[in-house]
């Protein structure tokens, strides 16, 4: 990763919310949507130019489980494992999804295309089993869904 690129980033996003203590959050934000997670050097940057301990923000970027301090796939898979899902088996689908991208929950694959993430609930308990895959929302998963699910998003990548 491009340390200049990083630097720039994150003090033109600070600069974009005017040093503003209160728009950490938004500016951690933003930086995560460039590069997909929290670069080390930005969250740097940001406690430099904001006067803000590291450990400060370090423990902004770790209590929220939106935010990712390792890289992450281009493409983000989130399992709900929610009461209503996980009677209608989020397990057995997580572990498809496992076994169909070769990497375990928390993973990234090595082509960086999809992340894998076990959450504990999306909302959407009417329709479980449910998969959130950049943010739009699969209803009554089944495992035979997968392949034809995961399908559509490599189909993008090679256009």
Do not use: W
């Amino acid at each position: 990763m491009d340390l200049k690129a990083i630097t720039k980033t994150a003090r033109d996003t600070i600069k974009k919310y005017n040093r503003d203590h209160s728009q950490i959050i938004a500016i951690l934000q933003d930086i995560q949507g460039v590069y997909n997670y929290l670069p080390k050097e930005a969250l740097s940057v940001i406690s430099e130019e904001m006067d803000v301990p590291l450990s400060r923000v370090y423990e902004i970027a770790t209590f929220y489980n939106s935010f990712s301090l390792k890289p992450r796939g281009k493409h983000m898979i989130e399992i709900c494992a929610g009461t209503a899902c996980h009677v209608q088996g989020a397990a057995n689908i997580l572990d498809r999804f496992e076994r169909e991208l070769g990497i375990k929950r928390g993973e990234t694959t090595q082509d960086g295309l999809f992340t894998l993430e076990e959450v504990r609930c999306l909302g959407c308990c009417s329709l479980a089993a449910v998969v959130r895959l950049d943010g739009n929302i699969y209803p009554f998963v089944k495992q035979d869904d997968i392949p034809r699910i995961l399908k559509k998003y490599k189909k993008q990548e090679v256009k």
